[in-house]
């Protein structure tokens, strides 16, 4: 090879070089190039996601703010109505009492440990976490002074509470929240999801973690609950208020067991006026019968009355009935029936006056009658346990009924046996377990009572 041929190739080679050296540069650049451009895409879509997430958990906050905004006002104003109408104050005053225990007091712990630890934490925010923390606990002091108002300061009681948390969320909403939604590396949808988790641990009893607990509130929300339903039943509402507080003991049993003790209490209290309250009472005509025999109790005494209905109720097989004739509305014969004969008897108005009342009234079928208590039919009249409860201290007794109740399996039941018409414990068990639990009445005082209580088939504990 010549010395020119020699140059030729060191200068191909010397090319090749070249070329093979730019080529893998410009691969390297667009590989780095579209990895970059991955990467940025990547990030934007995550800060997008964030920043979305963020946007909707403000926007759900601030409309839980606005409705519990309205739902105090509007309760406000219901109570200045009645109060300068010289109307019943009762019954509005309970209810804004039932609606800030039950609905903002709860949100306020909420808010104290989820927002307001993690706004505590920045320096700019600690002096307004404090005063809010304040009114949380100003709030709570009004409620109680609102629960022992008279008609004289039961509307300027609820007109500061008004005007304090109005100003409250409103100072949240222009303080709080947007400092937290403005900081990337606050997560406000998790700390929504946290005020979530901590509203439906108290719903679905939870037990919550030992810091969250907060003893003193608690038993504040509980004695303004306590009070309300006090103030309903005072009002004339007993059923409302043994509901309300059957509500109260069914959170509070797994946490604070000392406090359900003292709700059930409250409620033997306040059951005996349950039955001068509105109730529902059972509907639907007897499968079977006709229009049924009249009874005219017109000419009775009106002592002897109720005696001769209930001794004819007490005679009907199932599916029959009978007319009742009478010279004045029934309606107090009504919430008896409701209280003694609860889902198994009918009740359906014929003609209601002036003069003359008459009011058809059944058994329905597929439920008898046993000792004068409805039985509904198929239930046995003994069960494979029987729970005597007589013997146990009154504190204790409601705890081993609900523990027994709770192993049972499908299907099963178990008699009780108590010294007392055990009705709050129904509206205990209607608060706990509507819907999956029978309540058979099989032997109704005046010594002993026995009730049949059973998990139907189809439910699970």
């Known amino acids: 090879m010549t010395s020119t041929d020699a140059a030729d190739a060191a200068a191909d080679a010397a090319t090749d070089a070249a070329t093979d050296a730019a080529a893998d540069a410009a691969t390297d650049a667009a590989t ?71 609905e ?9 440990h989820t927002l307001y630890r993690t706004a505590a934490a920045k320096e700019e925010l600690a002096e307004t976490v404090a005063g809010m923390v304040e009114e949380h606990r100003t709030l709570s002091a ?73 003893p003193d509130t608690e038993a504040t929300i509980v004695r303004l609950l306590l009070r309300a339903a006090g103030d309903l039943a005072d009002a004339g509402q007993g059923d409302a208020a043994c509901r309300l507080a059957a509500e109260a003991w ?11 003790v003292r709700v059930t209490a409250a409620l033997h209290r306040l059951v005996r006026s349950a039955t001068a309250a509105p109730v529902t009472l059972s509907s639907g005509r007897p499968e ?8 005219d109790v017109r000419a009775l005494a009106p002592a002897q009355r109720h005696e001769k209905i209930f001794a004819t109720y007490g005679a009907l097989g199932p599916g029959t009935a009978f007319v009742l004739v009478n010279d004045h509305d029934p309606k107090p014969l009504r919430y008896q029936f409701e209280a003694e004969h609860h889902g198994a008897f009918t009740w359906d108005v014929v003609e209601a006056g002036p ?40 504190g ?38 509507a819907g999956r639990y029978s309540w058979d009445y099989l032997e109704a005082g005046p010594e002993v009572w026995r009730v049949r209580i059973g998990r139907p088939a189809g439910t699970e504990a």
């Open 32 to 102: 780095d190039a579209a990895t970059d451009a991955a990467t940025d895409a990547a990030t934007d879509a995550a800060t997008d996601a964030a920043t979305d997430a963020a946007t909707d958990a403000l926007e759900a906050m601030l409309a839980h703010h606005e409705a519990l905004t309205d739902g105090v006002a509007r309760r406000v104003v219901a109570l200045r109505v009645a109060a300068e109408g010289h109307d019943r104050y009762e019954t509005a005053a309970a209810e804004l009492v039932a609606y800030l225990a039950k």
């Open 104 to 112: 903002v007091l709860p949100h306020a712990v909420a808010e104290e």
């Open 142 to 214: 009004l409620a109680e002074r609102l629960a022992r108002a008279d008609d004289g300061t039961a509307a300027a009681e609820a007109e500061a509470i008004g005007a304090l948390f109005a100003g409250h969320v409103a100072k949240e909403n222009a303080q709080i929240l947007p400092a937290l939604a403005a900081d990337a590396e606050v997560d406000l949808a998790g700390l929504l999801v946290q005020m979530h988790r901590l509203t439906e641990a108290a719903q679905d009893e939870t037990p919550v973690a030992e810091e969250l607990a907060t």
């Open 250 to 260: 069914a959170t509070v049993r797994v946490a604070r067991p000392d406090l359900a």
């Open 288 to 295: 079977a019968g006709g229009a049924g025999a009249a009874l």
């Open 355 to 394: 003069e003359v009342w008459r009011v058809r009234i059944g058994r329905p079928a597929g439920v008898t009658a046993q000792g004068g208590v409805p039985v509904r039919a198929g239930a046995p009249a003994e069960a494979t346990l029987e729970l005597d409860v007589r013997r146990l201290p009154h």
């Open 396 to 433: 204790q007794r409601h705890d081993v009924i609900f523990t027994t109740f709770g192993a049972l399996a499908e299907g099963a039941g178990f008699v009780l046996v108590n010294d007392h018409d055990p009705r709050p414990l129904r509206y205990q068990f209607d608060a706990q377990h």
